[in-house]
T-cell receptor, first 118, second 114 residues
């Protein structure tokens, strides 16, 4: 069975602090994809990043960075020098792609509410 | 403008009264999905579709029906809504498989069943 755990329900930081959102996943498949989505207070869901299980390279995009570690089944998301506009709910998600998969299922974690105070 | 649209955006209904939430995308995407979002539970997939006339269950399909008669449309049908289906519903589409590519989400439909 596939599962995504975001243990941090809520995080509050003050602007300019760095913050890391944790994501731990469970799957027995060897081929899988990991995602992060952002849901700002306006409610829409926005894609941030996708990683496949064969690419453990960390990624950096501006103030955002992602650390993928298969050894600990984690795909953590770090925001450097946080800003008020980063306040949102962040979701981690998993899909599996081993033989027989339709590649249609996506498993989300319960989300982490990040609040950045000015 | 490339987008996923949902209608209605807000709906209050009574138990047992059949309803349909429409979803339409103008990006010629193959895959479409429906999710519900509940406090503390995150997003859970209800159904997804890989192409016209091809659909499959997600995590929480009970009480819902879908159809995909045209590529651009993927309506969600609640034949006999119950209060536990009160939720925020999102439709999404992607060019490639749901589990591989970036999904584009609609604005959401907030449904209340009394």
């Amino acid at each position: 069975a596939q599962k995504v755990t975001q243990a941090q329900t809520e995080i509050s930081v003050v602007e300019k602090e760095d913050v890391t959102l944790d994501c731990v996943y469970e799957t027995r498949d060897t081929t899988y994809y990991l995602f992060w989505y952002k849901q700002p207070p306006s409610g829409e869901l926005v894609f941030l990043i996708r990683r496949n299980s064969f690419d453990e390279q960390n990624e950096i995009s501006g103030r955002y960075s992602w650390n993928f570690q298969k050894s600990t089944s984690s795909f953590n998301f770090t925001i450097t020098a946080s800003q008020v506009v980063d306040s949102a709910v962040y979701f981690c998600a998993l899909s599996v792609a081993d033989r027989g998969s339709t590649l249609g299922r996506l498993y989300f974690g319960r989300g982490t509410q990040l609040t950045v105070w000015p | 403008e490339a987008q996923v649209t949902q209608n209605p955006r807000y709906l209050i209904t009574v138990t047992g009264k059949k309803l349909t939430v429409t979803c339409s995308q103008n990006m010629n995407h193959e895959y479409m999905s429906w999710y519900r979002q509940d406090p503390g539970l995150g997003l859970r997939q209800i159904y997804y579709s890989m192409n016209v006339e091809v659909t499959d269950k997600g995590d929480v399909p009970e009480g819902y029906k879908v159809s995909r008669k045209e590529k651009r449309n993927f309506p969600l049908i609640l034949e006999s809504p119950s209060p536990n289906q009160t939720s925020l519903y999102f439709c999404a589409s992607s060019l490639g498989p749901t589990g591989v590519g970036e999904q584009y989400f609609g604005p959401g439909t907030r449904l209340t069943v009394t």
